[in-house]
């Protein structure tokens, strides 16, 4: 049951749904370690914070399906599945051999005792997969979508809805009514607009709320900017415009990170460097 439901998923992220999309064979000791890092994570849910849980789930998401095809996502409204969609999303078009690896060295630096090169022996995809995928609720959505700390009023409500698919005529017109909805945080994240569209990728939004005046150098909960979303997203369009807005690329984040150390593209990380 599960290898056929991994087949047809992993078909459709990586075939017909992303024909730019091409995958290498997965290394077998590779593979094999990131199922144990999978299965020790949970030993460690208590240490997790917010963004390290959503970085590994995103590349957990990464490793087993390949992309995230960002037209299969959850509906803007369906916050806490957004919120985790959004993380794989954030790895682009990273190989699932990437993410495994990626996947393995965050648990090294979580789990110090943790010797990869220990957990030898051979596992494929059609054997018994991870526990992850198993404990996944229970172990990511009490923290994934925390309680709100505000209620959003309708205007941004549908001020954020209209950012997420690109309608700028809408937000041009909620912006005209209250001038106060541009530095407008969302209920959930802490994140403008600003914010948001720079981690979805919303080209035209960014550039109609730099144009409008919104600042390039709003932060959110864990004091990212969104240029540090545009590091990690692998978006060097977004960064140069943000760049020319005057986004800091100083900026440190909540772990004293700053856009550049986010980053794993070395093109995008030089240009990105202060």
């Given at each position: 049951?599960?290898?056929?439901?991994?087949v047809?998923e992993?078909q459709?992220?990586?075939?017909?749904n992303?024909?730019?999309y091409?995958e290498q064979p997965?290394?077998?000791?590779?593979?094999?370690k990131?199922?144990?890092?999978?299965?020790?994570?949970?030993?460690?849910?208590?240490?997790?914070?917010?963004k390290?849980?959503?970085?590994?789930?995103?590349?957990?998401?990464?490793?087993?399906?390949?992309p995230?095809n960002?037209?299969?996502?959850?509906?803007w409204?369906?916050?806490?599945a957004?919120?985790?969609?959004?993380?794989?999303?954030?790895n682009?078009?990273?190989s699932?051999?990437?993410?495994?690896q990626?996947?393995?060295?965050m648990?090294?630096i979580l789990?110090?005792?943790?010797?990869?090169?220990?957990?030898?022996?051979?596992?494929?995809w059609?054997?018994?997969?991870?526990t992850?995928?198993?404990?996944?609720?229970e172990?990511?959505?009490?923290?994934v979508?925390?309680?709100?700390?505000?209620?959003?009023?309708?205007?941004e409500?549908?001020?954020?809805?209209?950012?997420?698919?690109n309608?700028?005529?809408?937000?041009?017109?909620?912006l005209?009514?209250?001038?106060?909805?541009?530095?407008?945080?969302?209920?959930?994240?802490?994140?403008?607009?600003?914010?948001w569209?720079?981690?979805?990728?919303?080209?035209?939004v960014?550039?109609?709320?730099?144009d409008?005046g919104?600042?390039?150098?709003?932060?959110?909960?864990?004091l990212q900017t969104?240029?540090h979303?545009?590091?990690?997203?692998?978006?060097?369009l977004?960064a140069?415009?943000?760049?020319?807005?005057g986004?800091?690329?100083?900026a440190?984040?909540?772990?004293?990170?700053?856009?550049a150390d986010?980053c794993?593209d070395?093109?995008l990380?030089?240009?990105?460097?202060?």
């Amino acid at each position: 049951m599960f290898i056929a439901w991994f087949v047809s998923e992993f078909q459709n992220r990586t075939g017909e749904n992303n024909s730019t999309y091409s995958e290498q064979p997965i290394d077998q000791l590779l593979e094999a370690k990131f199922n144990a890092a999978a299965s020790r994570l949970p030993a460690f849910r208590l240490q997790l914070d917010r963004k390290t849980g959503l970085k590994f789930y995103g590349l957990y998401k990464q490793a087993i399906l390949g992309p995230a095809n960002a037209k299969e996502g959850p509906y803007w409204y369906e916050t806490e599945a957004r919120t985790k969609f959004n993380a794989w999303l954030a790895n682009g078009k990273m190989s699932r051999g990437t993410a495994m690896q990626k996947y393995c060295d965050m648990l090294s630096i979580l789990d110090k005792d943790w010797d990869p090169n220990a957990e030898t022996q051979k596992q494929t995809w059609d054997k018994v997969p991870s526990t992850m995928g198993v404990i996944e609720p229970e172990m990511f959505d009490d923290f994934v979508a925390p309680k709100p700390t505000r209620l959003e009023t309708d205007s941004e409500k549908s001020w954020f809805a209209a950012m997420r698919v690109n309608d700028v005529a809408t937000m041009k017109q909620l912006l005209d009514e209250d001038p106060n909805i541009l530095e407008a945080k969302d209920q959930h994240l802490a994140m403008t607009a600003l914010l948001w569209a720079a981690d979805l990728g919303c080209d035209p939004v960014v550039k109609f709320l730099i144009d409008h005046g919104a600042d390039v150098n709003a932060v959110d909960g864990c004091l990212q900017t969104a240029l540090h979303f545009t590091a990690q997203c692998h978006r060097p369009l977004l960064a140069e415009i943000l760049i020319q807005a005057g986004a800091d690329k100083s900026a440190l984040d909540a772990d004293g990170l700053t856009p550049a150390d986010c980053c794993d593209d070395a093109e995008l990380r030089e240009k990105l460097t202060p």
